[in-house]
C-alpha cells in the first residue's frame, strides 16, 4: 500500500531509508580512502626499514597524492557522462586493488607504483562522494548530511596515526594496507546493491586531450609543490621546470577545452562568478584546513616542548572544532537556505585565529593554544560545505559531476601549494637563526631538542617561535584572500525542500530509479 511507504524527498525518488543506506557505505568509502594516509604516515619509519631507500620515502606519499589530484577532474566529468554507480564502483575496487598491492609489495618501487593505484582509486571515491549525494539530496538536505563527512575526516585523522603505530608494530606494516580490503569489499556489495544505476541521455564522448593535458598541469603543480623533499630544492632543474611545464599543458588545454564536445571541466562554468570564487576558496580552505596540520604539530613540539604524544592530544581540539563547525554549518544552511553567511564567518574567524596564533608568546598557558586550535577548528568546519554545494548550485545538473571534481581538486591544490609555501618559510627563517652551542637550527628534532641544557632548548624554542610568526602571518594573508572571495559571493537562496532540483528527476534527465519500498 502506499500510504506505508515513505516518502520520497530530493531528485533521487528513493525512500528515505533507501537513501540512508546508500550514505552509509558512501561515508565507509571515505573514512577507507581518508583513513589510509593517516596510518601511512606513521608506519613510514618501519617500512623503510624493512625495504631501505630513504632516498625515494617521500614518493610514498607523494604519489599517492599526486595520482589522487590528477584523476580527480576526470572522475567528475566520466560520472557526468556514465552515470555515478559504476564510476564510484570502480574508484573503490581500484583502492581496494591498490591496497592488496602495497601489502604484497617487494620492494621501495613497487610500494611507490601500488600508491599511484591507491591515489586513482581515491581521487575518485573523493570526487564521487559528493556527486552522489547531489543526486539523493536536495541542496538544504545535501547542507546537513554533507557535514556528517567532517565526522569521518575527524575520526580517521584522529584513530589514524595511533592506529598506524599500533598495527605496524605488533601485525606488521603490510595490515595497514591489507585492513581495506574487507571493508573495500562491503562498500563494493553494499554500493552494488543499493545505489541506483542512472545513465544519463547524452551521449559519451571522452576528451582524451583535455584529460591528459590538465593531468599533466595538476601533477607538475603537485610535483613542484613537493619538490623539496623530492629534488633536495626548489631551484633543482627539476624543481624549476615543473611550473614551465604546468603552464605550457594549461596553455594547450584551455585551446582544447574550446574546442571540445564534452570538456572535461566546461569553460562556460567560470562565466559564473561564483564558481569562479569558490575555486578561490576551495584552495584558501585546503591551504588553512589540510597544510597547516602538520605545521601545528612542529609548532607545539619545539616551542613547547611537548612530546609528539602530548602534542597530539592538542588535535582533539582542532578536530572537534572542526566536526562542531561542520555539523552546525550543514544545519543553518538546512534552515535558512543562504550558504555565504556562514563561509564569511568561518574565513573571517580563520584569520582571526591565526592571527592570534602568530601573536602569542612563547610561554602561553597550553589552555590557550587550545582554546585558539579549537576556534581555528570550528572556524574551518563552517566553510567546508559551503564550497562543494556552492559550486553544484552554480552548475546545470549535467556538470555537476565536473564542477565537484573541480573544486575538489582546488582544495587538494591549494592544500599541496600552501605546504610547500610554509615549508619554504619555515626552513628560511631557522637557517638564519643561530643559537650559541647549538648546530643547525634547521635539523633540529624534539629529541635533541629535549637534550639540549635549558639556555641553549630556551634559545632554540625561540628561534622556532620566531619562524612560525612568518608561518602564520602567511596563512593569515591566505585565509584574509579567501574571506575577500567569500565576500564577494553574489547571495544564493536554496529553495525550501520538496521544490528544489525537479528537473533532475524527470526521465529526459535520466532513467527513472528502481522502486525501492
Known amino acids: 500500500m502506499s500510504n506505508h511507504v515513505q516518502p520520497t524527498v530530493g531528485p533521487s525518488g528513493l525512500t528515505h531509508r533507501r537513501r540512508m543506506a546508500i550514505f552509509s557505505f558512501l561515508m565507509l568509502s571515505l573514512f577507507m580512502a581518508t583513513l589510509d594516509n593517516q596510518v601511512v604516515s606513521t608506519a613510514l619509519p618501519t617500512i623503510i626499514g624493512e625495504f631501505g631507500a630513504i632516498e625515494r620515502f617521500a614518493w610514498i606519499g607523494s604519489a599517492y597524492l599526486l595520482a589522487q589530484s590528477a584523476i580527480m577532474p576526470v572522475y567528475g566529468k566520466l560520472g557526468d557522462l556514465f552515470g555515478r554507480k559504476y564510476v564510484m564502483m570502480f574508484a573503490v575496487g581500484l583502492f581496494t586493488i591498490g591496497s592488496l598491492l602495497c601489502g604484497l609489495s617487494w620492494s621501495m618501487d613497487s610500494l611507490i607504483a601500488a600508491r599511484v593505484f591507491q591515489g586513482l582509486g581515491a581521487g575518485g571515491i573523493m570526487v564521487s562522494i559528493f556527486s552522489i549525494n547531489a543526486d539523493l539530496f536536495e541542496p538544504r538536505e545535501r547542507a546537513r548530511y554533507q557535514s556528517f563527512s567532517s565526522l569521518v575526516l575527524m575520526a580517521s585523522g584522529s584513530i589514524g596515526p595511533t592506529l598506524g603505530g599500533t598495527m605496524s608494530q605488533y601485525l606488521g606494516w603490510r595490515s595497514i594496507f591489507l585492513i581495506n580490503l574487507p571493508i573495500g569489499i562491503i562498500a563494493l556489495a553494499g554500493l552494488m546493491f543499493m545505489l541506483p544505476y542512472r545513465r544519463p541521455e547524452r551521449q559519451p564522448k571522452i576528451d582524451y586531450v583535455g584529460a591528459l593535458t590538465l593531468a599533466i598541469a595538476i601533477s607538475g603543480l603537485v610535483l613542484w609543490a ?6 633536495g630544492s626548489l631551484t633543482a632543474w627539476p624543481s624549476l621546470a615543473l611550473p614551465v611545464i604546468s603552464a605550457l599543458a594549461l596553455t594547450i588545454w584551455l585551446r582544447v577545452e574550446r574546442r571540445a564536445a564534452e570538456p572535461v571541466i566546461p569553460l562556460g562554468l567560470f562565466r559564473d562568478r561564483n564558481f569562479s570564487l569558490l575555486l578561490i576558496v576551495g ?33 582533539i581540539a582542532i578536530t572537534a572544532g572542526i566536526a562542531g563547525g561542520s555539523l552546525t554549518a550543514g544545519r543553518l544552511i538546512s534552515r535558512t537556505g543562504h550558504y555565504k553567511p556562514w563561509l564569511v564567518l568561518g ?13 602569542l608568546p612563547l610561554h602561553v598557558p ?24 556552492g559550486v553544484q548550485i552554480a552548475s546545470p545538473t549535467k556538470d555537476v559531476g565536473a564542477a565537484t571534481g573541480a573544486v575538489t581538486l582546488s582544495r587538494m591544490g591549494g592544500a599541496a601549494l600552501a605546504i610547500s609555501i ?13 643559537v650559541p652551542g647549538v648546530g643547525s637550527i634547521a635539523e633540529m628534532t624534539p629529541d635533541r631538542m629535549a637534550a639540549l641544557p635549558p639556555a641553549a632548548r630556551e634559545g632554540v624554542a625561540a628561534a622556532f617561535r620566531g619562524a612560525f610568526d612568518w608561518v602564520y602571518f602567511s596563512a593569515v594573508v591566505i585565509a584574509a584572500v579567501g574571506f575577500l572571495a567569500a565576500a564577494m559571493l553574489r547571495p544564493v537562496q536554496l529553495a525550501p525542500i520538496g521544490e528544489a532540483e525537479k528537473p533532475q528527476a524527470k526521465p529526459a534527465d535520466m532513467q527513472a530509479a528502481p522502486r525501492a519500498g
Not at 422 to 434: E, H, K, P
Open 226 to 231: 613537493d619538490s623539496q623533499s623530492l629534488f
Open 283 to 315: 584552495i584558501v580552505s585546503g591551504g588553512i584546513g589540510i597544510g597547516l596540520v602538520n605545521y601545528h604539530a612542529l609548532f607545539l613540539q619545539m616551542t613547547t616542548g611537548l612530546s609528539p604524544a602530548h602534542a597530539g592530544l592538542f588535535f
Open 347 to 359: 574565513l573571517f574567524l580563520s584569520t582571526l585565529c591565526l592571527a592570534g596564533l602568530m601573536v
Open 366 to 389: 597550553f589552555w590557550a593554544v587550545a582554546a585558539v586550535l579549537l576556534a581555528q577548528g570550528i572556524a574551518i568546519g563552517l566553510g567546508q560545505q559551503a564550497p562543494v554545494i
Open 422 to 434: 610554509y615549508g619554504a618559510i619555515l626552513t628560511d627563517q631557522l637557517m638564519r637563526a643561530v
